[in-house]
């Protein structure tokens, strides 16, 4: 019937040996203004970390850039030693200017100063999933691939991901190393990256969307409030409902320093999505 609820998959396996639940935890947000400097409430952000375990997140998304180095530093004060199965995984490719600055850097130098840095703050002789912040326009690609093949090879990396690519891309990489996931941007009204989305589901690779809801999209909001109110959920838990039901190759990485507004996001695995719900969902425009 075209109102019975929709099923998905509880869990994903990463590589073929990481299996994880698909409500996972992006620990962006535990850090100052501006994802720069020191969190203005530790202890809480401590607690968000804590927490997160206790509902059964077991793959945290971080990066060095977070901060810089503060997520990762909190990461493994909060839990270190690492419960079995948890999965930490972390990115390297940008380097920090100051508040809001991003500036892009894939050279090998500075991604092995990079990773050298998150295996020490982290507390880990491997990283369990590597994934390239951004690919950097003013570097040979193959040599940042290179990189990341060789360290992969030395046993630093056990699996390899990338952010932000294209289809080509990805082929590119492929030659080199196995990716296991891809992190772009992606929403129910911000479907850029759906061919990539399709490709990643094809191959089997985890797709990992960042930015889950496009507040500024007023008439996507209006859609998804009218499903909201029916489940008595909220727009948010809705929103990150609808990608666990379109793509069961999709992990959800959402991320806060509020140990209430935590819990109020793995609310959404409990959103129980109609054909009917995702059918007037899925007519939201990109």
Excluded: C
């Excluded at 698909?22 to 607690?47: F, H, L, Q």
């Excluded at 970390?49 to 990066?63: C, Q």
């Excluded at 990992?208 to 948010?236: C, M, R």
Aim: hydrophobic share 40%; glycine share 6%; proline share 5%.
């Amino acid at each position: 019937m075209a109102n019975t609820s929709v099923s998905y998959q509880p869990t994903f396996t990463i590589g073929g040996d990481l299996t994880v639940n698909r409500m996972g935890y992006g620990a962006m947000r535990i850090t100052g203004k501006g994802i720069w400097g020191p969190p203005s409430d530790k202890d809480e952000a401590i607690r968000v970390l804590k927490r997160a375990v206790e509902l059964g997140v077991n793959f945290i998304d971080t990066a060095d850039s977070y901060g810089p180095y503060v997520s990762e530093e909190l990461i493994a004060e909060a839990l270190h030693p690492y419960a079995d199965g948890l999965v930490i995984a972390t990115k390297g490719g940008l380097e920090r200017t100051g508040p809001d600055q991003w500036p892009v850097n894939g050279h090998p130098d500075h991604l092995k100063t990079a990773l050298e840095g998150s295996l020490k703050r982290l507390k880990l002789d491997q990283i369990d999933l590597y994934q390239l912040h951004r690919i950097d326009p003013k570097v040979p690609t193959e040599k940042t691939f290179e990189f990341l093949q060789k360290a992969q090879e030395d046993g630093k990396i056990k699996h390899i991901g990338l952010s932000e690519v294209s289809v080509d891309d990805i082929k590119k990489a492929r030659e080199f190393f196995e990716v296991v996931s891809v992190q772009n941007m992606y929403s129910v009204d911000n479907r850029k990256w759906e061919p990539v989305l399709q490709y990643t589901k094809e191959k089997n690779i985890a797709f990992i969307p960042w930015f889950p809801l496009n507040a500024a999209n007023v008439a996507s909001q209006a859609k998804l409030k009218e499903v909201a109110d029916k489940h008595g959920a909220t727009v948010y838990q809705t929103a990150l409902s609808w990608l666990l039901h379109h793509a069961d190759n999709i992990l959800l990485i959402p991320g806060t320093s509020s140990v209430k507004h935590l819990e109020e996001n793995h609310k959404a695995v409990s959103v129980e999505l109609t054909a009917d719900d995702m059918q007037h969902l899925d007519k939201i425009a990109g």
